[in-house]
């Protein structure tokens, strides 16, 4: 029999294998249809203890018994590997601009055998392997109208018309659409392979990235951009903002146009002259996201963020700015109108005070000076004596 200390070893021996988890797929790669010039991605999501070892491999279609392993920055640095490893192992292939050699089987492979490695080990029994299959077409040809520029506000705007032609594709033609920005525009939907979308009166907000799109029974969807640009027209921002001092305040700005603009934030310090607002300071947060800028400042100075703020939003075509104001106020700017009441009402009493006693000293006599004698009426006293004496009689 085996002593405890033995029995101890053994069971430590074993914990490694009693705890290890064989790999496993949690997702694996999508088989897709793809046209020359697009690009696609594949995930691969494996589990196990320890976490799997994950590697891409590749082999014809004529050919699927000759795999070769890819690698980040193969193809001309098409190939895009990226691999992270946590609790489980996600690995993304990516691969951009497809020609039509890119068709072919692309495979994950995934192992935590630590014989995986071992070139005397078949990688049949230490590796697990998931497939999709990548099918590359030649991608239709479509002939669209060269890009637009919409010129400044002059009065007369004249109309503008997009246009896209499908001249050549291997699949059958089924329907046409336009897009502007990624959003479908309505009533767009045509079977004709001629499209036309038409601008009558063309403004800023009209500018974006135009898309005629084609699709087809047994082929994925074909498209072509037409760029309409212009300069920016900031339409919304705060025209003033009244905070407290130890506040944060927000202002904003949007704009139309396009290309995105390219957005900065200035603060007047004298006359004509602007001082640029970057994130260095700690104090000052910009966010900018296409036709959107937001500038965020936290427990407001009153000394020193009181002032005139600028947006500019620039691009290829132009630019624009607006300005904001900013206003801190103390914190006993709430108790000023009360101040103000009470100050009235003291300076109303010290008038009243000041006025009775001025007033006391001319109608009340000191009780020093002699009484006045009274007056009295001398002829109706003689008339009441005459009257009595003749009673008498």
């Known amino acids: 029999m085996l002593s405890y200390t033995g029995m101890l070893a053994l069971l430590l021996a074993m914990l490694p294998y009693v705890s290890s988890q064989n790999a496993g797929f949690v997702k694996s790669p999508m088989s897709e ?5 697009d690009a696609f991605e594949l995930y691969c999501d494996v589990v196990g203890n320890p976490v799997p070892e994950i590697q891409w491999w590749y082999a014809d279609i004529n050919r699927a018994d000759s795999f ?41 492979r995934a192992s935590n055998d630590p014989r995986r490695n071992d070139l005397r080990q078949n990688p049949a029994i230490t590796w697990i392997r998931t497939q999709a299959t990548i099918s590359v077409l ?67 907000d009209d500018s974006g990235e135009y898309m005629c799109v084609y699709t087809f029974k047994s082929a994925p969807n074909a498209n072509a951009s037409i760029e309409v640009k212009a300069a920016p027209e900031i339409l919304g921002h705060k ?49 900018n996201k296409d036709n959107f800028t ?33 206003r801190v106020r103390s914190h006993l700017a709430p108790l000023w109108p009360f101040l103000g009441v009470l100050a009235e009402i003291i300076i109303l009493v010290v008038i009243i005070v000041v006025y009775e006693k001025r007033k006391r000293p001319d109608e009340v006599p000191d009780d020093d000076e002699p009484a006045a004698p009274i007056k009295t009426n001398s002829t109706n006293n003689h008339k009441e004596k005459n009257v009595r004496q003749r009673n008498a009689n």
């Open 239 to 287: 025209r003033s903002e009244n905070k407290k001092e130890g506040e944060n305040a927000t202002l904003y700005c949007k704009s139309v146009g396009y290309p995105h603009p390219v957005w900065l934030w200035r603060k007047k310090v004298g006359r004509g002259s602007y001082i640029d607002i970057d994130n260095s300071t700690g104090r000052f947060f910009i966010i």
């Open 33 to 37: 249809i793809k046209l020359t010039g």
């Open 68 to 108: 070769k392993q890819l690698w980040d920055g193969a193809r001309k640095r098409r190939v895009s590997i990226n691999t992270a490893y946590g609790a489980n192992g996600v690995s993304v292939l990516a691969i951009s601009r497809l020609t039509l050699e890119d068709a072919g089987i692309y495979e994950c």
């Open 138 to 204: 030649q991608k239709p040809r479509i002939n669209a109208s060269d890009q637009e520029i919409l010129q400044p506000k002059s009065g007369q705007e004249l109309p503008i018309t997009l246009q896209c032609n499908l001249t050549n594709s291997h699949s059958t033609h089924r329907e046409t659409f336009w897009m502007k920005n990624g959003q479908e525009i309505s009533n767009t939907r045509t079977e004709h392979k001629h499209t036309e979308f038409k601008l009558s009166k063309p403004r800023t």
């Open 294 to 326: 937001e500038l965020s400042i936290i427990s407001l100075d009153i000394s020193t963020d009181p002032g005139e703020y600028v947006c500019n939003a620039s691009n290829i075509i132009g630019s624009k700015e607006s300005m904001t104001i900013l």
